[in-house]
DNA sequence: TGTATAATTGAGAATGAGATTCAATTGCAA
DNA sequence: TTGCAATTGAATCTCATTCTCAATTATACA
């Protein structure tokens, strides 16, 4: 069984829940994707595949996925939320372009080391993790 | 004039809108807060002081005061967006905990340098920046 | 100071992401 | 296998946010 699937499982277990087939489809159809997505996207790949997942259980799911720790969401590109996920992941941070919607992702191994310092500060147990900035690239400031 | 209000205006005038009084109460109010606050909080604080300002205004407004710099949004609190005004603050952090909703806000001056880095190497112009973490606070840690 | 013009406003309707309901189904423990 | 709680899908509902449009207002200029 793949690492993250275990992982996935043994949170559901843990809450006295079931890994189903739908949930594992979509723990599948999300590690499956390396780039940001929202549940809208994840149906619609299901669709395009005659596989029966409804949008209710994805919007069901994603959540379960955000607390087990696989996947988190990212910083909201338009009116949907978006997410990515995490698992075997380096965590880094997001630069999104308010003219084109482009979304640049860098690594920085400083801003691990904040994090880690400031929940052991305040004893803050971190689920989800998030350094964000919205802003213009390079060549949409030219267009300004 | 305080600055704030200049800093709205120049933005305004240089985008050819205008400094309209309903513009200039949605200001007022930001920035006679210290917290996180959504469009519907403002709209409350109004009819609470028999000020007219739709709803449809405060939605149109508060884009303009990201746009111009004062505003930001901050991490979502629940449904709705929230937003802090950031004039005259240092860049901070927030942790928000799963559990009970609560905010801490946490400053922390490497955040600053990594952001400049950050959007130096990439040519990005920076307009809204956001670090977040969320999980479970002390307490609530204690109830799972 | 009046006038033209484009920006702005409020009220209510429309939109749409996401949550909820409930009857039918399914996973799992004994 | 059986029982039961968890789960699912379809439809419905919710409610934050956006849109529409007629009436109003801020500014530039005559």
Redesign the pocket.
């Known amino acids: 069984m793949k690492k993250e699937k275990e992982i996935f499982?043994k949170y559901?277990?843990g809450?006295?829940?079931?890994?189903?087939?739908?949930?594992e489809l979509?723990l599948e159809e999300v590690f499956s994707r390396h780039d940001h997505f929202?549940?809208?996207a994840l149906f619609q790949a299901f669709r395009a595949r005659s596989e029966?997942?409804?949008?209710?259980?994805?919007?069901?799911?994603?959540?379960l996925l955000v607390e087990s720790g696989l996947v988190q969401e990212a910083l909201r590109c338009g009116?949907?939320?978006c997410y990515e996920h995490i698992y075997g992941h380096k965590s880094h941070g997001h630069m999104i372009c308010i003219g084109c919607g482009k979304i640049i992702e860098f690594e920085n191994k400083a801003l691990e080391k904040i994090r880690k310092k400031v929940c052991e500060e305040y004893g803050f147990k971190p689920v989800e993790f998030r350094f964000g900035i919205k802003g213009y690239c390079k060549d949409c400031q030219k267009k300004l």
Chains 1, 2 share one sequence.
């Open positions: 499982k559901l277990v809450k006295g829940l079931k890994l189903t087939s739908e949930r979509i929202d549940a809208e029966n997942v409804s949008r209710a259980t994805i919007y069901r799911t994603l959540p009116e949907r939320v």
